[in-house]
C-alpha cells in the first residue's frame, strides 16, 4: 500500500525536551510538508521540502528543526525552543509537477 | 483579513439536504482551490480540487469557483450523516504557497 506514515501517534513530552516526529512515504513524491493544527484553527506551515537536502521555512519555523537525507523521509524535530508545542502535527507530501498535497495520520503531542 | 476565510460553524442540515459550504480568498493569482474533509481527531483527506471558474462535481459533492469574486463553494447533495466533519478550504496562490481556512463544521442531522 502507498502512503504517507507518522509516527507515533501520540507524543508526551517533558518541557525542556527535544522531540522527533517521523514522517515517511513511499509515494515516490519529490515534495514534503509540516504542519501544525490548533483546536479550531487552520493548518500552519511549518517547514517544507521539495527536493532531498533541501528544505525552507514555512510561517512557524521558529522552535523547530527538518532534515531531508532521504526522498521517503522528512523528520521533525521539536526543540526546547519552541514555547508551545502542544498541537497536531501533520506531514504531508505532493507530488512532482502536482498541487494536492495528501496527509499522513498525523501525531498528537502534548507538553506535560 | 485572512488570506482564506471560512464561516466555522457548526452548519447543520438534516440528512437528505443540500450543505453549502462557502470559502473566500484575498489573493488574485491564486490558481488551484482544494476542499479537504476532516473527521475529528484525524487528518485532512482530500475531497475535491478545482482549477478554472464554473463547476465540477464527482459524485454527491460539487466545487463551484468563481474568480472574479474570489470565493469557492462545495455543496454536499443528500447529505447523510456520515458527511458530519470540518471541511478546509486550501488555495494555493501566485507565489505557489498552499494556505489552509480555518474550517467549517458541519453537522448531518438525521
Known amino acids: 500500500d502507498g502512503g504517507i506514515t507518522q509516527s507515533p501517534k501520540y507524543l508526551f513530552r517533558k518541557e525542556g525536551q527535544n522531540v522527533t516526529l517521523s514522517c515517511e512515504q513511499n509515494?515516490?513524491?519529490?515534495?514534503m510538508y509540516w504542519y501544525r493544527q490548533d483546536p479550531g484553527q487552520g493548518l500552519r506551515l511549518i517547514y517544507y521540502?521539495?527536493?532531498?537536502?533541501?528544505?525552507q521555512k514555512g510561517d512557524i519555523a521558529e522552535g523547530y528543526s527538518v532534515s531531508r537525507e532521504k526522498k521517503e523521509s522528512f523528520p521533525l524535530t521539536v526543540t526546547s525552543a519552541q514555547k508551545n508545542p502542544t498541537a497536531f502535527y501533520l506531514c504531508?507530501?505532493?507530488?512532482?509537477?502536482?498541487?494536492?498535497?495528501?496527509f499522513g495520520p498525523g501525531t498528537r503531542l502534548t507538553v506535560l | 483579513q485572512k488570506e482564506v476565510e471560512q464561516n466555522s460553524g457548526p452548519l447543520s442540515v438534516p440528512e437528505g439536504a443540500i450543505a453549502s459550504l462557502n470559502c473566500t480568498y484575498s489573493?488574485?493569482?491564486?490558481?488551484?482551490f482544494f476542499w479537504y474533509r476532516q473527521y475529528s481527531g484525524k487528518s485532512p483527506e482530500l475531497i475535491m480540487f478545482?482549477?478554472?471558474?464554473g463547476d465540477k462535481e464527482d459524485g454527491r459533492f460539487t466545487a463551484q469557483l468563481n474568480k472574479a469574486s474570489q470565493y469557492v463553494s462545495l455543496l454536499i447533495r443528500d447529505s447523510q450523516p456520515s458527511d458530519s466533519a470540518t471541511y478546509l478550504c486550501?488555495?494555493?496562490?501566485?507565489?505557489?504557497?498552499?494556505?489552509f481556512g480555518t474550517g467549517t463544521k458541519l453537522q448531518v442531522i438525521p
Open positions: 521540502s521539495q527536493i532531498v537536502n533541501d528544505f
Open positions: 489573493d488574485r493569482g491564486s490558481q488551484s
Open positions: 486550501a488555495v494555493k496562490g501566485g507565489y505557489q504557497k498552499v494556505t
Open positions: 478545482i482549477y478554472s471558474n
Open positions: 509515494l515516490n513524491h519529490d515534495a
Open positions: 504531508a507530501s505532493t507530488g512532482q509537477g502536482a498541487d494536492t498535497q495528501y
